[in-house]
């Protein structure tokens, strides 16, 4: 059972600061009462008064000296999480760090998981690239609340889950694009798109964008959510990085071919197309869509206007050995199905994004960074997985199982833990909690924080893969 705790310690925990000596600050308590029992002082009780909470430096001006990089864990090292072995198909509940919750739910079929997603008390999980199967589990004791395990074929993807409805809508690589009900897992439609369908899909105002193979080649299309009908479709030269991103009635792609597109999303009209050389879907922010690229024999972050697709500028190109997991085709089918890459958020004005082992925030007007953390067991390999903005923090992986909670601001680390297990998807942080899905067929999830920090429900954040999920106003 796990004590209540007052909130001084959650404040404590969220400024990078060492604690000090409390010890010379007791005062004798006094006696227990004799016909009492013994009295347990609360969380805090020997303290004279609460301490101050330090102030978290503001964010520096960039430009005017060049920011130092910091190793992720020189200021707070990732504490050791003991993740318990969870039984095939079984949860277990445990207790880490200053008295926190975390559970782990082992998936039977105990292969590499792509991100899940959180919606209405629930964390929606594939069962893998080779599996049938697919998960709703309950999001604060992690037991397996329903599953799907007949569906059409294999391999279902990353989900999204759209609120309105109350739908999970996921491809499978081969070859369907499926809608499920989110409290039953029973299944509204399904409708057979080619193979292989590799990319997670996209949903906003009713339609559902998914890209497949078609006509000798491969398309992009629009279907209504309600019943799965299509609506439009256009043909595009490839399979997609991550998944379709729509902003400001459009939907945007980048291909493994090499070539970004803008479409109407209502009509599917195309707007333009350009050979950007993209390594990662893009992200859409004031009219302005922010890529990683291939540039000088490394990768570049570049800015383009939304409306036309021309370059507006180019930033931070370096040398980037790392990119040989970037598919450039086809290739290897579950390397298509599982990459993310280095794929750009912009929140407040600033832009952040994490590189083979490199994680920066920047000014995306000048390039100049803010700050810099780094991860020294990179090696020039991509060690570091997709970033995820939640509130006033920046959540990240690395593939070695650390999870760290970065301040947006400084880049300080507010909380950090190390779970043992390799992670290849982004993480998902919803009301306090950070959900993970493993290589190893393990979905943990960890209370971090209270349930402020919230936001980052799927990959990219919400339906559109376009940034954090707005309240519903209904």
């Known amino acids: 059972m796990i004590r209540p705790r007052l909130a001084l310690p959650f404040l404590l925990a969220a400024v990078?600061?060492?604690?000090?000596?409390?010890?010379?600050?007791?005062?004798?308590?006094?006696?227990?009462?004799?016909?009492?029992?013994?009295?347990?002082?609360?969380?805090?009780?020997?303290?004279?008064?609460?301490p101050p909470v330090p102030q978290a430096p503001a964010r520096r001006k960039p430009g005017l000296v060049p920011a130092q990089p910091l190793a992720l864990g020189a200021d707070r090292p990732a504490r050791a999480v003991a993740v318990p072995g969870a039984p095939d198909g079984g949860s277990i509940g445990f207790v880490f760090g200053d008295d926190r919750r975390g559970w782990v739910t082992h998936l039977p079929d105990s292969l590499q998981l792509p991100a899940v997603a959180y919606g209405d008390g629930k964390v929606f999980v594939s069962g893998g690239f080779e599996t049938y199967n697919f998960y709703a589990l309950d999001a604060e004791e992690g037991r397996i609340v329903w599953v799907t395990s007949r569906l059409p074929d294999n391999g279902p993807t990353a989900p999204i889950y759209e609120e309105d409805d109350d739908d999970v809508i996921f491809n499978t690589e081969s070859c369907t694009l499926i809608c499920l009900d989110a409290k039953t897992g029973k299944m509204r439609w399904s409708k057979w798109l080619g193979d292989p369908t590799l990319a997670q899909v996209a949903v906003a105002k009713g339609l559902v964008f998914a890209a497949h193979p078609a006509n000798g080649g491969y398309q992009l299309s629009a279907y209504r959510v309600a019943k799965g009908e299509e609506v439009w479709a256009w043909p595009i030269d490839g399979e997609l990085y991550a998944a379709p991103v729509v902003a400001d009635s459009a939907v945007y792609v980048s291909t493994a071919a090499g070539t970004t597109y803008r479409?109407?999303?209502?009509t599917g009209k195309l707007a333009w197309s350009r050979p950007l050389h993209a390594t990662t879907a893009p992200f859409i922010a004031d009219g302005e869509l922010y890529v990683s690229r291939r540039d000088r024999g490394g990768e570049a972050q570049i800015v383009v206007s939304a409306a036309t697709g021309?370059?507006?500028?180019?930033?931070?190109?370096?040398?980037?050995?790392?990119?040989?997991?970037?598919?450039?085709?086809?290739?290897?089918?579950?390397?298509?199905?599982a990459f993310e890459g280095s794929r750009p958020v912009v929140a407040r004005g600033v832009r952040y994004v994490a590189r083979g082992g490199v994680i920066e925030a920047d000014d995306p007007a000048s390039g100049a960074a803010y700050w810099i953390r780094t991860d020294a067991k990179a090696a020039g390999k991509r060690s570091v997985g997709s970033v995820a903005v939640a509130g006033s923090q920046l959540v990240v992986s690395t593939r070695?199982?650390?999870?760290?909670?970065?301040?947006?601001?400084?880049?300080?680390?507010l909380w950090a833990y190390d779970i043992g297990h390799r992670v290849v998807a982004e993480p998902i942080v919803a009301r306090g909690w950070v959900y993970v899905a493993t290589a190893d067929g393990l979905v943990v999830a960890l209370q971090v924080a209270d349930p402020t920090l919230d936001g980052w429900h799927m990959f990219g954040g919400?339906?559109?893969?376009?940034?954090?999920v707005v309240p519903h106003s209904g």
């Open 400 to 413: 070695a199982g650390q999870l760290y909670g970065l301040d947006v601001d400084t880049g300080y680390t």
């Open 310 to 337: 021309a370059i507006l500028r180019s930033h931070g190109a370096r040398a980037a050995p790392y990119l040989a997991d970037v598919p450039q085709g086809l290739g290897d089918w579950k390397t298509v199905w």
């Open 263 to 266: 479409f109407a999303a209502a």
């Open 462 to 468: 919400n339906p559109r893969h376009n940034g954090p």
């Open 16 to 50: 990078p600061v060492v604690a000090g000596d409390c010890h010379s600050r007791r005062t004798p308590l006094p006696p227990p009462p004799a016909k009492l029992g013994v009295v347990t002082p609360g969380p805090g009780a020997d303290l004279d008064e609460a």
